[in-house]
């Protein structure tokens, strides 16, 4: 059974060179077109930097973050505070239901299957979405140190997630 990779929407831009300084009313010397629609993860594939079954285990670890709502909150909640008889913070005083805290719970047992001093860039590169670059400069790691180490953790959430 072959797999093939999720065709993600085009969304193309054109940016210039890092390290390209044009003068201020002049197009740069030299650019790029990049698809802003393509995620990190998905650049490493398409460019051979990780396998098939990484790109999966980070895509379900992704999934699973996004269902657990484990991002940042941007607005605030208007619904009324909910009456609870119990004291302290249930799931159900809190309105995770149970799709949500099942998707959390694989999150935090796939990042802790990762092991310690993984889960740094697998955060980063997967859920946050920030490139490697960043990521790595972010950690205060030298270039392409982060290739090695995300394919670790990788290997290791799709084990996992018994990911063949």
Same mark, same amino acid.
């Given at each position: 059974m072959s797999r093939t990779a999720v065709q993600s929407p085009r969304l193309l831009a054109e940016r210039p060179v890092p390290g390209d300084s044009p003068s201020r009313n002049a197009r740069?010397?030299?650019?790029?077109?990049?698809?802003?629609?393509?995620?990190?993860?998905?650049?490493?594939?398409?460019?051979?930097?990780?396998?098939?079954?990484?790109f999966d285990a980070g895509e379900r670890l992704r999934g699973d973050w996004e269902r657990g709502q484990l991002g940042q909150k941007v607005t605030m909640a208007w619904d009324a505070?909910? @009456?609870?008889?119990?004291? *302290?913070?249930?799931?159900?005083? !809190?309105? /995770? %239901?149970?799709?949500q805290l099942d998707a959390k719970r694989r999150f935090e047992a796939a990042v802790t299957a990762a092991g310690p001093g993984l889960?740094?860039?697998?955060?980063?590169? @997967?859920?946050?979405?920030? *490139?490697?670059?960043?990521?790595? !400069?972010? /950690? %205060?790691?030298?270039?392409?140190?982060?290739?090695?180490?995300?394919?670790?953790?990788?290997?290791?959430?799709?084990?996992?997630?018994?990911?063949?």
């Open positions: 740069p010397a030299r650019s790029v077109t990049v698809n802003l629609a393509e995620s990190p993860l998905g650049w490493l594939l398409a460019r051979g930097h990780v396998s098939q079954r990484q505070a909910p @009456v609870s008889r119990s004291r *302290g913070g249930s799931a159900e005083s !809190q309105g /995770l %239901g149970g799709a889960s740094d860039i697998l955060w980063r590169i @997967v859920c946050a979405g920030e *490139g490697m670059r960043n990521a790595e !400069q972010a /950690l %205060g790691w030298p270039a392409r140190a982060g290739k090695l180490v995300l394919g670790i953790a990788l290997d290791r959430v799709a084990d996992y997630y018994r990911i063949r």
